[in-house]
Structure formats: structure tokens, C-alpha cells
């Protein structure tokens, strides 16, 4: 089982829409991360935010994260085609350095 | 700043062959990771280097995989008698780690295919 796991596994809006991708996760953490992947790439990191901060933006996105109900979103307004991918969050377990992966959640924009 | 750079990004093998997949880390980094993609089993963590030591091959199947990092500028993932079940997106990624857990950058990958 996943440490963080995206709650949809595919949204789709128009452009110009806002979307929210949601993220729950099983223990205490002391950073969550959102990442991006586009086909044929790696996963890019969109926003890191720590245990202590509640929200934090990045341009058109804004990650909020709730350590009482252990869950995270990524909002993403004014969307446009290329924000079509794969959205993941990801977090490190306890004492450790690599990163563990949701599922992803697949983003389509359409024109 | 030419980011991970990851060769070959496509490799074809006969079941049974050896593969090895190359990571340049970005300058600088000091912890490099490798990852393996499928559609079925996502994003799997397979091992990470910190200042060129190995630190965690967790994700490592036990047998036939193993990893490299000979000098801080390459990383290499080798797969012996590969099989058809090892047909996968091979990430590479590095990240500055001074602290922790913080921003990793991931390569465009390596797609491997076992016939």
C-alpha cells in the first residue's frame, strides 16, 4: 500500500477551468511534494510543502496541506492544454530520503 | 543546465540479455535515485546513492539488479538475464539532499523493452 495516494484516477475539464487534485496519506510526515509528469518525461516538482506550512503557491497553483486529516490538494486555476499529465504527490517515509509515489492522477485539458 | 541526463532512452533486449542504463546526475547533486514505471505497479523506488555511497536498495529485486555510482558524474542500473516481466520506464533522478528528502530531478528516463 501507497504512503500517499491521489483520491481520483482521472479528471478532465476545459480550458480556462479550475481543478483540484486531492491526496490522502497514512502517517506524520515532514513534507509532502507534488509533482507533474508529462508523456514521455519524468515527474517535475510543482510545490514542496513542510508539515508546519498550510499552503503554498506556485503561479496558477496552490497546494494546501492538512496534517489533522493527513490529506493535501493541488488546486490548479485558468488551466490551459498543457497542463495535461499526470499529477502526483509523494512523500519520504519516516527516517528516510527516497520518495514514495501515489498512483497519479491524469489530468486532461481539453480546447 | 542540461538536467538528468539519462542514456539509451530506448533499449531493446532479448530475454536473457544483460541491459545497463547510464544517469548523469546534475553537477553539483548529491544524491541520485532510481526509479522503475509500469503501468501496473506506478512509480517504484528502487535504490539511491548519497555522496556516491549506496544507502538504500530497498526496491531492488534481489536478484539479476544492481547499481552503480563509480564517481559523482554517473550512475548505472544493471539488469542481468533480463526477463520480460523487467520491461519498464527506468527514472533516474538527483537532488541536492544537503538535509533531507527535498527536490528530486528526474531524467526523461529509459525505456527498456524485453522481447
Known amino acids: 500500500s501507497q504512503l500517499a495516494e491521489e483520491n481520483s484516477w482521472a479528471l478532465s475539464v476545459h480550458e480556462g477551468e479550475s481543478v483540484t487534485v486531492n491526496c490522502s496519506y497514512k502517517?506524520?510526515?515532514?513534507?509532502l511534494q507534488w509533482y507533474r509528469q508529462k508523456s514521455g518525461k519524468g515527474p517535475a516538482q510543482l510545490i514542496l510543502?513542510?508539515?508546519?506550512?498550510r499552503e503554498k503557491r506556485n503561479g496558477r497553483l496552490r497546494a494546501t496541506l492538512d496534517t489533522s486529516s493527513q490529506s493535501s490538494s493541488l488546486s490548479i486555476t485558468a488551466t490551459r492544454c498543457e497542463d495535461t499529465a499526470v499529477y502526483f504527490c509523494?512523500?519520504?517515509?519516516?527516517?528516510?530520503?527516497?520518495?514514495?509515489f501515489g498512483s497519479g492522477t491524469q489530468l486532461t485539458v481539453m480546447p | 543546465n542540461a538536467g538528468v541526463i539519462q542514456t539509451p532512452r530506448h533499449k531493446v533486449t532479448g530475454k536473457g540479455q544483460e541491459a545497463t542504463l547510464w544517469c548523469e546526475p546534475i553537477?553539483?547533486?548529491?544524491?541520485v535515485f532510481w526509479y522503475r514505471q509500469t503501468i501496473v505497479q506506478g512509480l517504484e523506488f528502487l535504490t539511491y546513492?548519497?555522496?556516491?555511497?549506496?544507502?538504500?536498495d530497498s526496491g531492488m529485486p534481489k536478484e539479476r539488479f544492481s547499481a552503480q555510482m563509480p564517481n559523482q558524474s554517473h550512475s548505472t542500473l544493471k539488469i542481468q538475464s533480463t526477463q520480460p516481466q523487467d520491461s519498464a520506464v527506468y527514472l533516474c533522478?538527483?537532488?541536492?539532499?544537503?538535509?533531507?528528502?527535498?527536490?528530486?530531478?528526474f531524467g526523461s528516463g529509459t525505456r527498456l523493452t524485453v522481447l
Open positions: 533522478a538527483s537532488s541536492l539532499a544537503p538535509q533531507g528528502p527535498e527536490t528530486l530531478y
Open positions: 502517517t506524520s510526515i515532514t513534507a
Open positions: 510543502i513542510r508539515s508546519n506550512e
Open positions: 509523494a512523500t519520504p517515509p519516516s527516517g528516510s530520503w527516497q520518495l514514495i
Open positions: 553537477s553539483g547533486h548529491s544524491a
Open positions: 546513492f548519497r555522496n556516491q555511497a549506496p544507502i538504500d
